[in-house]
């Protein structure tokens, strides 16, 4: 029987109540653990007991575990502890609480796959092609320059935060040191290191109706979670990552028409965020590494991309504002390269040129 482990945010309960009440109600789960931000509401833990009928519901707060800034490492860590303490579940899902495309079919597929021999089930799904940014250009370029024989840039979404693990899978988390230490957004670009690293079978689930989920309204909403994956991309750098790596990957469908038109960030807004000149802290570094220097969208192409990707992997420091600011301008430059030369051109070629990109960083 199967765990279900919902970490949220308190400012963010849209959906909340339907995802609990539909983990509750498959006949594989036990019991729900929904992992919140902040000291459980009344009125939370109230709701969540009145949906999971029969089935136990708890709602904590995210216990202290990692060493970094405290954030969504800390609510997965706090999942992990907690199931391995608990023998009456053999298997532990996470799933963001906000899915509006949530359903049993989510929680049946991984099920599925883990019954067909699999360690990790990881949900994926198509995004549009101005989403997955930092997948694209720092986690998936960034892997193929530090483990280029290495399955890691091959995982579709390596910073997905839905999947289910055995119990081996979570054991072999809990045990690695950099995961455990990872309150923060660097969480899922750890988890998928560690479990490619211990060579277990992960199978990538793919969900057809796809992650709808609040968004964000422009891309300085995602500056903390850029620097963290970045750090922790770095902070595993030197180890090594075997050619191995037991990846099974579901066919996938088509893209729907609503995912293939979108636009999740606001373009206008980030362009005129470019306007705004770095501050003159910034100067030595950038004398000192001319390729972060910020020029026109347009030069942001794959060379001086990897090139770039290079000197932050070497350089960048988690917390420095001058290393923050150089390295956030550098990326919006990137991803206003993507959506000013691919996007315009469709999803299907504006996705091939983002796989393309991983490739040409990966053979470079
Ligand atoms: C990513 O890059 O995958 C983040 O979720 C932001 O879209």
């Not at 109540?17 to 006949?27: D, F, K, Q, T």
């Not at 620097?227 to 066919?251: K, T, V």
Request: hydrophobic residues 45%; contains cysteine.
């Amino acid at each position: 029987m199967s765990l279900v482990v919902f970490p949220f945010r308190y400012d963010d309960l849209d959906v909340f109540e339907r995802s609990v009440r539909i983990a509750a109600s498959h006949p594989s789960v036990s019991s729900v653990l929904a992992i919140g931000d902040l000291a459980p509401r009344a009125d939370v833990v109230a709701e969540a007991r009145e949906v999971a009928g029969d089935t136990p519901v708890e709602v904590v707060q995210q216990e202290r575990v990692g060493s970094l800034r405290p954030g969504k490492g800390d609510a997965m860590l706090t999942g992990i502890r907690r199931f391995l303490a608990d023998a009456a579940a053999d298997r532990l899902h996470f799933y963001d609480a906000d899915i509006r495309t949530f359903s049993h079919d989510w929680i049946s597929r991984a099920e599925h796959a883990l019954d067909d021999g699999a360690d990790v089930a990881k949900h994926w799904f198509h995004r549009a092609s101005t989403d997955a940014q930092i997948t694209w250009h720092i986690t998936k370029a960034g892997s193929a320059l530090l483990w280029p024989d290495s399955r890691y840039p091959d995982v579709h979404q390596p910073l997905g935060g839905e999947f289910a693990l055995t119990r081996d899978a979570a054991q072999a988390l809990w045990d690695e040191p950099e995961v455990r230490r990872r309150s923060d957004w660097g969480i899922d670009t750890t988890i998928t290191f560690t479990l490619l690293r211990s060579g277990m079978t992960i199978h990538e689930v793919f969900v057809p109706e796809g992650k709808a989920h609040g968004s964000y309204a422009s891309l300085a909403d995602l500056d903390r979670m850029l620097f963290e994956c970045l750090d922790a991309l770095q902070r595993l750098g030197p180890i090594e990552l075997p050619p191995s790596g037991h990846l099974i990957m579901d066919a996938e469908g088509p893209v729907t028409a609503q995912i293939a038109d979108s636009i999740v960030y606001d373009v206008a807004a980030t362009r005129a965020f470019l306007d705004q000149p770095l501050p003159p802290e910034t100067e030595p570094l950038l004398e000192a590494h001319p390729v972060l220097l910020p020029d026109e969208p347009a030069a942001w192409d794959n060379d001086r991309w990897g090139a770039a990707l290079r000197a932050l992997l070497d350089g960048f420091v988690l917390g420095d504002p001058v290393w923050e600011a150089v390295t956030f301008r550098a990326w919006v430059l990137r991803v206003l390269h993507h959506t000013d030369v691919h996007v315009p051109n469709g999803h299907p070629a504006a996705l091939a040129a983002l796989a393309h990109a991983v490739e040409a960083i990966r053979r470079s």
